[in-house]
């Protein structure tokens, strides 16, 4: 059990802690408890990589309106395309920063747009991630937009954008992430699995890197608190499957 422990722990490049450890086992076929699991790695000195603080990214001065909280750090959603969260962050790379910017259903908290881009310009970031998402997800009108304050989602392009399909807007409150919780979780999980630790790489690269870890590693493979440590693809079999025997 310790080898195969430790096999998982470095297949999944030394990213999940014992809970997630725990679900691969249970998935594997092995019965064992997550205290054990949490106790064999602690003998073998295994640790999920630890995370650090990030830059703060959003420019809220500006003269564009904003709006209220209404998700109100609702972050639960009965189906697809009822909740969507984006926010936007800095990656650092030898030749100067990248710009993230995602889009995240809160339904099965799969990124459903993003972009990566060199300039925080309106088009660049916020226009261009919501562009992927509804090619990859339809929306109806009513449907729930929850970003910062920042000047690419207050914008009027953006603005316009949203209302255009009858989009509620939503924004949280001046200085409070918590407000936003879900999109700030996904930045910290992709900086602490993918980028702190490594060496400065190139943004052709970091561009590669970046949609490996959200195509690949975050919508198809790694295990998610939320969706009771599932995988976005497991969550979603299994929810097809309960309708068809319904």
């Not at 995602?102 to 099965?108: M, R």
């Not at 309106?122 to 339809?138: F, G, Q, V, Y």
């Amino acid at each position: 059990m310790l080898d195969k422990i430790k096999y998982l722990y470095f297949k999944f490049k030394q990213r999940y802690g014992s809970p997630r450890i725990h679900s691969e086992l249970n998935a594997l076929g092995y019965r064992i408890s997550v205290k054990t699991v949490a106790k064999y790695m602690q003998e073998l000195g295994l640790r999920s990589k630890l995370s650090k603080k990030f830059r703060v990214t959003t420019n809220s001065k500006h003269n564009y309106l904003t709006v209220n909280n209404l998700l109100n750090r609702d972050f639960y959603a009965s189906k697809p395309s009822m909740k969507w969260v984006s926010d936007i962050t800095y990656i650092q790379t030898q030749e100067g920063f990248l710009y993230l910017t995602t889009i995240i259903d809160l339904y099965d908290r799969k990124v459903i747009g993003w972009s990566l881009s060199n300039t925080m310009s309106t088009e660049d970031t916020t226009l261009s991630a919501w562009r992927m998402a509804i090619k990859n997800r339809s929306i109806k009108k009513g449907m729930l937009f929850h970003s910062d304050r920042g000047i690419q989602y207050a914008s009027k392009k953006f603005a316009n954008m949203l209302d255009s399909y009858g989009v509620i807007r939503s924004m949280s409150r001046k200085g409070n992430c918590w407000d936003n919780a879900v999109a700030e979780s996904f930045f910290k999980s992709l900086k602490t699995e993918l980028i702190y630790g490594n060496k400065l790489i190139t943004r052709e690269k970091m561009k590669n890197q970046i949609f490996q870890y959200i195509e690949i590693w975050y919508n198809r493979n790694r295990r998610h608190k939320a969706l009771n440590y599932k995988t976005i693809f497991e969550f979603n079999n299994n929810l097809q499957f309960l309708k068809n025997v319904a």
